[in-house]
């Protein structure tokens, strides 16, 4: 897709996020503030939608939905989100089930069957767990069958550990939504675009602490590797730094829509390792990306409920004192652990509990 092409209306979702028998939370980032029509034959609903800019041409929407009665269990509802007038088979015909119209959910009465899951890197060498779960889904023969919840323990993102070719898919989704900049101190940079466009954004990004004595316990714990440091995992030369990078990462992560609008070619200027490595990395993020229709088409159907661990973060966040004292003492360090929990309360906490 060029720089040209029309945006699509929804970028990602929607995501099933609280259910209850009177109320409902959904998730959905779309390129203008929307007013999604709710249709729900099983119930009379008030829909509450609030809408939180993140870009020129991204804004994250809250639908809260409460029921005129509660749901019944144990039954597949069927659910659709029209947009000016056009429902989910016509903008995301990939989140619907063969032989389906409509995305449905279950409210079970019960919680004795439910899946967990964590942990999910997209350059692991393996397929997406999630892709079990749409199996499981597709196989369900009665509503009875169907999981009450996805439960998703930690590391829904990377923010520490990212392949080379997925920081380009964040830089070229971020140019393309106008996600918003931010100034940046105690870096060699002043500000995000200037972070973009240096030499070290890709694979070096330790270098963009100032070469000053006060900053090497901060670049060693931070960017050392398997020393442990702040920033402890061994991808943490491409750790994601601004809000932007963040809120991108989720984008990238959730939906096959946000991938319509990235380019994968290797950034200029990379050594000949970093090229070997990139190309290395290239095939695993296409293979992970690729699955992404399935992905959101499980989470259009049963309730998430999310919570942080480490790597949505950074690793081994909050490990121990000395940790949080040379962290949270540097303006760089700080601002970098501020956004990527300002994206997890956006994408992860706040659908939990809407009223939280």
């Not at 029509?37 to 041409?57: L, N, R, W, Y």
């Not at 319509?260 to 990395?281: H, K």
Request: aromatic share 8%; net charge negative; hydrophobic share 45%.
């Amino acid at each position: 897709m060029t720089s040209s092409t029309p945006l699509p209306l929804v970028l990602a979702g929607p995501i099933l996020r609280r259910l209850e028998p009177q109320r409902l939370a959904i998730w959905l980032v779309a390129t203008q503030p929307l007013q999604p029509e709710f249709i729900f034959p099983a119930s009379k609903a008030q829909v509450d939608c609030q809408v939180v800019a993140v870009g020129q041409h991204a804004f994250i929407h809250l639908l809260d939905i409460h029921f005129a009665q509660p749901l019944p269990c144990n039954q597949l509802l069927d659910y659709d989100l029209l947009i000016n007038g056009q429902g989910i088979a016509g903008w995301a015909p990939h989140l619907l089930y063969p032989g389906t119209q409509r995305p449905n959910l279950v409210l079970r009465d019960r919680l004795d069957h439910l899946l967990h899951g964590s942990c999910r890197k997209p350059h692991f060498p393996v397929a997406d767990g999630l892709l079990c779960a749409d199996r499981l889904l597709q196989a369900c023969e009665k509503p009875t069958d169907r999981p009450a919840v996805l439960l998703m323990t930690g590391d829904q993102v990377y923010a520490d550990d990212v392949a080379g070719p997925m920081l380009r898919a964040v830089h070229s989704l971020i140019a393309r939504l106008g996600l918003f900049d931010e100034q940046l101190e105690g870096a060699v940079v002043p500000d995000s675009q200037a972070l973009y466009q240096h030499p070290a954004c890709y694979y070096h990004r330790a270098d963009l602490l100032p070469a000053q004595e006060r900053n090497e316990t901060l670049r060693e714990r931070f960017f050392g590797g398997k020393r442990k440091p702040i920033f402890s995992s061994s991808n943490a030369d491409n750790h994601l730094v601004t809000f932007a990078e963040v809120m991108a990462m989720y984008l990238l992560v959730w939906s096959p829509v946000a991938w319509q609008l990235v380019n994968l070619d290797m950034p200029s200027g990379l050594t000949a390792p970093r090229q070997a490595r990139y190309q290395q990395e290239l095939p695993l993020i296409q293979a992970f990306a690729g699955n992404l229709g399935q992905v959101a088409r499980v989470m259009a159907h049963l309730p998430c409920l999310m919570i942080f661990d480490d790597h949505d973060i950074t690793d081994d966040w909050n490990l121990s004192a000395q940790w949080e004292e040379t962290a949270y003492g540097h303006p760089f360090s700080r601002r970098i652990i501020g956004n990527a929990l300002l994206g997890y309360l956006l994408c992860e906490a706040w659908w939990n509990d809407p009223q939280g």
